[in-house]
């Protein structure tokens, strides 16, 4: 195997990587919420994203370091950063949305089955394009795109399907999850589109690194005003090694594959490996939670999936040779 071929196939190993990684996470957050552990969602949201966020504080150090050397004139600076312009600045707005995702990512599994997480968040896609129809000019042409309101449509469809398929699933989802995991892919929608307009010109681990020390922060204070903090005193060793390697899987290793997976295949393919997730999310719930989905609820998470293949399909005849943006935190 030659050297192009073998960094191919190691983009493509790095993008099913991330998908698993990825499609792991709602698994580890609903064992969380569940009876036995039973930790408060700002708790954990905090611990976890913040055991994250101390991955991505080295990027933000040395990649500012050296773009503080090529505004110097010395040698080995990367340029790129937009010029006059604080990233810890430009960096406030997006946290906002990506705040508000992570709330809602963290309190939907004591509302909605693993499963449902993982093949519901998929609608964030859409709501990614609803925002830029209204923020970025560029983004507007898929209006004119038939294809976009199938894929719309095909979508909701399938979120109704997973409310009132037929049956409650294994999980209890209820409607508040649904509304719950609707409202996060809303944030995280918004996120997206924040990124790409007011983070534009900065490297992408450094732009990811910034808004995760945002956010990290608020999760923090969140969890010392409203959570059950105390209880992280008296935690088993295993719970607290749940949460650690959930935050890494989530937050930090998922995204280094994915970058990875994007610089060898490109992100058309690497958004369309990851479609792959809430199938792996559903098997995973099946064998350590023992959750299932009724008949109605899996046919919906199918149209779900169906939907965000369809727009991202369209997005890519429209906007070829976009910069892929930071994903949100998981």
């Keep these: 195997m030659d050297a192009p071929q073998r960094d191919r196939a190691v ?3 790095c993008a099913l990587g991330s998908m698993v990684c990825f499609s792991s996470v709602p698994v580890f957050l609903r064992y969380l919420a569940g009876d036995e552990v039973a930790l408060d969602s700002w708790t954990v949201n905090a611990v976890r994203y913040s055991v994250a966020a101390v991955f991505w504080l080295p990027f933000v150090v040395v990649i500012g370091r050296r773009q503080k050397a090529a505004r110097s004139g010395v040698s080995g600076g990367p340029a790129g950063a937009a010029p006059g312009r604080s990233i810890w600045l430009a960096a406030l707005v997006p946290t906002v949305p990506n705040v508000i995702g992570q709330i809602g990512w963290a309190a939907a599994p004591y509302h909605a089955a693993a499963s449902t997480v993982g093949f519901m968040i998929r609608t964030s896609f859409l709501f990614t394009i609803v925002f830029g129809f209204l923020l970025v000019p560029a983004e507007r042409p898929l209006g004119r795109r038939a294809a ?3 894929g719309a449509l095909v979508s909701m469809a399938g979120v109704a399907l997973m ?3 037929g049956g ?4 209890h989802t209820t409607l508040t999850g649904v509304a719950i995991l609707l409202g996060t892919a809303v944030g995280w ?3 997206a589109v924040s990124v790409r307009k007011w983070m534009a010109g900065y490297p992408l681990r450094q732009a990811f690194g910034v808004i995760s020390l945002y956010t990290s922060a608020v999760l923090v204070v969140l969890m010392l005003l409203l959570g059950d903090y105390g209880r992280l005193r008296t935690l088993p060793g295993p719970l607290w090694a749940v949460m650690v390697v959930s935050g890494f899987i989530g937050v930090a290793f998922g995204h280094v594959l994915y970058y990875r997976g994007i610089h060898g295949i490109g992100p058309v393919v690497t958004s369309g490996v990851s479609l792959g997730g809430p199938f792996v999310t559903a098997l995973l719930a099946a064998a350590f939670l023992n959750e ?3 008949a109605g609820q899996l ?3 199918v149209a779900v999936v169906a939907g965000g293949a369809l727009l991202l399909w369209v997005k890519s005849v429209v906007s070829r040779g976009e910069p892929e943006l930071p994903r949100a935190g998981r």
């Design 292 to 294: 299932t989905l009724a």
């Design 11 to 13: 983009a493509v190993l």
């Design 168 to 171: 409650r699933d294994q999980g």
């Design 299 to 301: 046919l919906g998470g």
């Design 189 to 191: 929608g918004a996120y």
């Design 148 to 150: 976009f309101y199938v």
């Design 163 to 165: 409310a009132f398929g």
